[in-house]
């Protein structure tokens, strides 16, 4: 529940975006800002919480970045300028980095080892519910009460999963508090960017979440504008995200039949498939490119984030810090292109986002090509290079 809450939260405003345009007396590309600056903001403040964590416990973060995200997100609905949201945005973020900075550590630490997988299913399908909800339900809440009942209700529920995780969430027992250890982490955050492999799958993360992002962004004036005019019915073409769902699954049993390489490489070519599809006009085939691209991309990023952990176990290169550098260049894929996307959609039409997004997707699979050539087998590697390893359950996999 916590999962969900926290990734609805982040998310709404996406589909909300000429809402806020149109409430702010903001520019479509300045509206996308309300996203940009969260993904960013929970983005930096990632890398730290980890470490913070391990002073001031699991639990404790969890709480507290339920409980704090809800409440500026209630604050949110009723502030009047565009900067004081913002501001508040911003301050999401970071507290929104809480959950998925130390979720998977409390269920490592906690649940039996047998049960890992599972436990760790679970939460990444909870994250992916939310980010569909957060994408489905605003469209609905805002045309029947505007953009403040849209924002208490979605804050709403984060409160209510803070209550939940304050009551059930029982506190660690398989955790011993240690102060933060800066220098540690910033030496391995030194190591993570020295080695290739996980800078290539940096730019995949990057690439891929832009495009994705680009698209996702964009389309929400694209629907409101002639020839489709669907006003708040535009969130209804949401309805497609779910399809990516499956996506994680489809994606492990591709690299495990034909390697990370050419799973990931041939995911980022359905990602360009899905985005020609989404320009070719017509409603049912914008639906189906965004549920191939979304699809598309919420494999890759199951491959990329997995087969980070796995080249940072291999290489002695911190697990946690690969993660965070991973995460770190996701998430500034996402509020550099998605401000970038809308911009361009106002200034240029739909073949300029177009344009960007097959430019990104050919960077996502040039990243996947410099990681696969940087594998080299050798005495404490394992030689797995890029076929298989790491499950997609193994790794930080937060929702797109």
Same mark, same amino acid.
């Given at each position: 529940?916590?999962?969900?809450?926290?990734?609805?939260?982040?998310?709404?405003?996406?589909?909300?975006?000429?809402?806020? +345009?149109?409430r702010y007396d903001v520019r479509a590309g300045t509206s996308a800002q309300a996203l940009s600056v969260s993904t960013l903001a929970m983005a930096v403040a990632l890398i730290?919480?980890?470490?913070?964590?391990?002073?001031?416990?699991?639990?404790?973060?969890?709480?507290w970045s339920l409980a704090a995200s809800g409440a500026l997100g209630l604050?949110?609905?009723?502030?009047?300028?565009?900067?004081?949201?913002?501001?508040?945005?911003?301050?999401?973020?970071?507290?929104?980095?809480?959950?998925?900075?130390?979720?998977?550590?409390?269920?490592?630490?906690?649940?039996?080892?047998?049960?890992?997988?599972?436990?760790? +299913?679970?939460?990444?399908?909870?994250?992916?519910?939310?980010g569909a909800l957060?994408?489905?339900?605003?469209?609905?809440?805002?045309?029947?009460?505007?953009?403040?009942?849209?924002?208490c209700t979605i804050a709403g529920v984060t409160l209510v999963a803070a209550l939940a995780v304050t009551l059930l969430v029982p506190p660690s027992t398989g955790f011993t508090p240690t102060p933060p250890r800066v220098r540690a982490v910033l030496g391995g955050m030194g190591r993570t960017v020295r080695d290739p492999v996980v800078l290539a799958l940096c730019l995949v993360g990057f690439a891929g979440m832009g495009a994705f992002v680009g698209i996702y962004n964009a389309i929400a004036f694209r629907l409101q504008a002639p020839p489709y005019e669907l006003g708040h019915a535009a969130t209804l073409v949401y309805l497609a995200y779910p399809v990516g769902i499956a996506g994680p699954t489809v994606a492990r049993?591709?690299?495990?039949?034909?390697?990370?390489?050419?799973?990931?490489?041939?995911?980022?070519?359905?990602?360009?498939?899905?985005?020609?599809?989404?320009?070719?006009?017509?409603?049912?085939?914008?639906?189906?490119?965004?549920?191939?691209?979304?699809?598309?991309f919420l494999g890759t990023h199951s491959l990329a984030t997995a087969w980070v952990v796995d080249r940072a176990r291999r290489t002695g290169v911190g697990t946690a810090q690969a993660s965070s550098g991973y995460l770190l260049a996701y998430y500034t894929?996402?509020?550099?292109?998605?401000?970038?996307?809308?911009?361009?959609?106002?200034?240029?039409?739909?073949?300029?986002?177009?344009?960007?997004?097959?430019?990104?997707?050919?960077?996502?699979?040039?990243?996947?090509?410099?990681?696969?050539?940087?594998?080299?087998?050798?005495?404490?590697?394992?030689?797995?290079g890029a076929g298989g390893g790491t499950t997609v359950t193994d790794a930080l996999v937060p929702e797109g």
């Open positions: 529940m916590g999962g969900l809450a926290n990734f609805a939260l982040l998310y709404y405003v996406q589909p909300l975006l000429p809402t806020l +345009a149109a730290g919480i980890g470490p913070l964590s391990d002073a001031v416990g699991r639990v404790n973060v969890l709480r604050a949110s609905a009723f502030v009047t300028s565009w900067p004081a949201l913002l501001v508040l945005r911003a301050l999401m973020g970071v507290a929104l980095a809480g959950l998925p900075a130390v979720a998977l550590a409390y269920l490592r630490e906690e649940i039996h080892p047998s049960a890992h997988p599972q436990a760790n +299913a679970a939460y990444i399908a909870g994250t992916a519910t939310g957060g994408r489905l339900l605003p469209g609905p809440l805002d045309a029947w009460g505007g953009w403040t009942f849209a924002t049993l591709l690299a495990a039949r034909l390697g990370r390489w050419p799973a990931t490489v041939l995911l980022v070519a359905g990602m360009a498939v899905g985005t020609l599809v989404v320009g070719a006009g017509p409603l049912p085939l914008v639906m189906a490119g965004l549920g191939l691209l979304t699809f598309a894929g996402s509020a550099a292109i998605g401000v970038t996307a809308t911009h361009l959609w106002s200034q240029h039409g739909w073949l300029a986002v177009t344009t960007l997004s097959l430019v990104l997707a050919a960077l996502a699979a040039a990243g996947a090509t410099l990681a696969a050539r940087g594998e080299r087998p050798g005495p404490g590697r394992g030689g797995e």
